[in-house]
């Protein structure tokens, strides 16, 4: 089975520009989660969906959205880059949201660099 | 609100020795608690967690941690560390209460385990 896939994995943008970032979730699971990793404020938490639905947000500025599509594959993009939105972005994948005791599945990231 | 501490940023240890990798947890209600490994330029891979029941946890390529709620910690040990088991390590709680439909977590500072031969 294959695991979650994250495209692009390395990305560089200049501040002011938007960028959207993608994630395709192991087949048959349907809770995407996002979670942004910088060395100063380590793992935080961005989004979670679960069947094209967004169900949880993390404390973000609106500069940052996402969405689910039909086949649960997520996008998320950031507007109006900042230097400080450097960073490596992972997607999780879930079955569902059932108790939280699904396991989530990471993919590899996608480094985002912002100059 | 959950949050979760781990003490020591880095550590290191000798090859075959006791790896000990220590998480403490404030949850006012059950925790979920979870172990990830990071390697460098890969994602997190989930080691082990503790949902309900036995309070001691196995997990892979030999790591096991207990939930032990009177001290409010879920240590992560390996009694030989392997070369490879450098890398960062990260404990997460999962946000809200025990039955609650989310899948956030909340990690840790994460600890970067260092194994000299």
């Known amino acids: 089975k294959a695991g979650v896939t994250q495209t692009p994995r390395y990305l560089i943008k200049t501040r002011g520009q938007q960028v959207t970032l993608s994630c395709s979730p192991i087949s048959g699971h349907r809770s995407v989660s996002w979670y942004q990793q910088t060395p100063g404020q380590g793992l935080q938490f961005l989004f979670e969906?679960?069947?094209?639905?967004?169900?949880n947000k993390g404390n973000f500025p609106g500069r940052f959205s996402g969405r689910q599509f039909s086949n649960s594959r997520s996008e998320m993009n950031v507007s109006t880059l900042e230097l400080g939105d450097s960073a490596l972005y992972l997607c999780?994948?879930?079955?569902?949201?059932?108790?939280?005791?699904?396991?989530?599945?990471f993919g590899p990231g996608t480094r985002l660099t912002v100059t | 609100a959950q949050s979760v501490t781990q003490l020591g940023s880095h550590v290191s240890v000798s090859e075959g020795a006791l790896v000990l990798l220590r998480c403490n947890y404030s949850?006012?209600?059950?925790?979920?608690l979870f172990w990830y490994v990071q390697y460098p330029n890969q994602g997190l891979q989930l080691l082990l967690k503790?949902?309900?029941?036995?309070?001691l946890v196995k997990g892979i390529n030999g790591f096991e941690a207990e939930f032990k709620k009177s001290e409010t910690s879920f240590h992560l040990t390996k009694p030989s560390a392997h070369m490879s088991d450098a890398a960062e390590y990260f404990c997460?709680?999962?946000?809200?209460?025990?039955?609650?439909?989310?899948?956030?977590?909340?990690f840790g500072t994460g600890t970067l385990l260092a194994v000299q031969p």
């Open positions: 997460a709680v999962r946000e809200g209460l025990g039955g609650g439909a989310t899948n956030k977590l909340i």
């Open positions: 503790y949902t309900t029941g036995a309070t």
């Open positions: 969906y679960f069947s094209e639905t967004q169900r």
């Open positions: 999780a994948s879930s079955l569902g949201l059932a108790g939280g005791q699904y396991e989530q599945y």
């Open positions: 949850s006012s209600v059950p925790p979920y």
